[in-house]
């Protein structure tokens, strides 16, 4: 007596799906919630062309938004240019920072104040001698522009410019005791008879800012202008400190 045939198993069937065990999810199917976004900083290695992850990226997005605010202004970007700038989508930009005010809190907190830091530092250490604190202050700014060029063009337009997105933040936060300090200091050079008694102590602090950050703000004009591209940051250094020293001593 023949045996039966046996029933084929799916398996063996050509276009017959076999059934997933229960409880594990069909292959190809996500498990877990469908749909999840993947977080920037969990990102696949990148590509060429694909933005860096986790806080190099955020970094990265920093510096194309001082390229943006520099070139256009703080009020007149938009976040949309500062994701073209970076090479990344707008999500990206509100995903590190959300809105163009934590951005710029952002830029004041980890670029702006620490490019200033060392300035500050210096000039609390340098003394009472007039001639002392101007080399401090012009050395110190020279320092602060070579390690963040950005800084005079920035300074320029939304500190010195009316309607500056960071001028008051120049009053409650950036450099508030500086410039005081500083006068106060030269008014008390002035009265020991160190100091030319024909000089304002509150412009010659004007005058500092003058002969330093104005002339990296406009380096590239004056360059091109005498073709000077010869003096560099320590040419700038000398001439401020030679032309002050010769109006800082008594008439």
């Given at each position: 007596m023949r045996k039966p045939a046996s029933r084929a198993s799916t398996k063996d069937v050509p276009g017959t799906a076999r059934k997933p065990p229960a409880g594990k999810p069909p292959a190809g199917k996500p498990s877990g919630r469908a749909g999840a976004k993947r977080q920037p900083d969990r990102a696949d290695p990148r590509s060429p062309g694909r933005p860096a992850a986790g806080s190099e990226l955020r970094a990265e997005l920093l510096d194309a938004a001082i390229a943006c605010f520099t070139r256009s202004g703080i009020a007149a970007t938009p976040l949309r240019a500062v994701a073209t700038t970076a090479g990344v989508t707008p999500a990206l930009v509100h995903y590190y920072f959300g809105d163009k005010a934590s951005l710029v809190q952002a830029l004041v907190e980890e670029r702006l104040l620490p490019a200033l830091a060392p300035l500050r530092q210096r000039m609390a250490g340098a003394g009472?001698?007039?001639?002392?604190?101007?080399?401090?202050?012009?050395?110190?700014?020279?320092?602060?522009?070579a390690a963040s060029p950005w800084l005079p063009a920035l300074w320029v337009r939304e500190v010195l410019c009316?309607?500056?997105?960071?001028?008051?933040?120049?009053?409650?936060?950036?450099?508030?005791?500086?410039?005081?300090?500083?006068?106060?200091?030269?008014?008390?050079?002035?009265?020991?008879?160190?100091?030319?008694?024909?000089?304002?102590?509150?412009l010659l602090v004007v005058s500092l800012i003058g002969l330093t950050l104005f002339p990296a703000a406009g380096a590239p004009i004056w360059r091109r202008l005498f073709e000077a591209g010869d003096l560099d940051g320590e040419a700038l250094v000398s001439h401020a400190i030679a032309l002050l020293d010769r109006g800082v001593g008594v008439g």
């Open positions: 009472e001698d007039p001639a002392a604190l101007i080399a401090t202050f012009v050395r110190g700014v020279a320092e602060a522009v009316e309607g500056g997105g960071l001028r008051e933040i120049l009053f409650d936060r950036l450099v508030p005791e500086l410039p005081q300090m500083m006068a106060a200091r030269f008014a008390a050079a002035q009265a020991t008879g160190r100091l030319n008694p024909d000089l304002d102590p509150r």
